[in-house]
């Protein structure tokens, strides 16, 4: 797994370049392809690109489900991202504290946002008639909870199409909450079984 991990983290960051030369190309083209009237080398240069291009996003892809799925990729890839290092007791320690309270920040952050995401709250001008016993305003408070996005673009001819999270703000906040909460106690509770043998 660590020398995938290696080649597979090697090619993301010394193929990027290459994939942003590719995407500011795109920008300045008008059409999704090489010019009609380009050079056989023009064209070839613009096939190798699409095709790392590709490989790139499906590497990308992989990339973060090891992320979100290997505790081992996970350790690597984001302690290289926080600069973080558990080479002694003492930094172990100091990791930990952070982890906790880095946890606790982020859980009480979360339980905010979905608070936010499902209380509606609405001040109406009421106009002449519908006032009541002189009051020109009103406040509605509701709260709703929709947890997937309803479908807007219903072409019959579309197959697959993919472009966005098919969840509302709701459901992806309460996805990452549960997602915490169950990560947390999962590795709480492997680290105790494994103090305990």
């Not at 995407?23 to 392809?33: D, M």
């Not at 703000?169 to 105790?192: C, D, H, P, Y």
Request: net charge positive; hydrophobic share 45%.
């Amino acid at each position: 797994m660590n020398k995938f991990y290696n080649a597979l983290h090697n090619y993301l960051v010394y193929a990027s370049p290459f994939v942003l030369a590719e995407v500011i190309w795109c920008y300045f083209q008008t059409s999704g392809s090489a010019p009609p009237d380009a050079t056989l080398a023009i064209k070839g240069l613009w096939e190798i690109l699409s095709w790392n291009l590709m490989l790139w996003f499906t590497g990308l892809a992989i990339f973060f489900c090891l992320i979100a799925f290997s505790t081992t990729v996970r350790k690597k890839a984001l302690f290289k991202i926080a600069a973080l290092k558990d080479s002694d007791e003492r930094e172990e320690y100091i990791t930990g504290k952070a982890s906790s309270s880095s946890y606790i920040s982020t859980l009480g952050v979360l339980i905010f946002l979905l608070f936010l995401s499902i209380v509606h709250v609405e001040i109406n001008r009421l106009s002449p008639g519908q006032s009541i016993e002189g009051h020109t305003k009103e406040v509605k408070i509701g709260a709703g909870i929709n947890i997937f996005e309803t479908e807007k673009d219903k072409n019959p001819e579309k197959i697959v199409a993919f472009n966005d999270i098919p969840l509302t703000k709701t459901g992806l906040i309460m996805l990452i909450l549960v997602w915490q909460l169950a990560s947390f106690n999962w590795n709480a509770r492997k680290e105790i079984k494994k103090d305990q043998s």
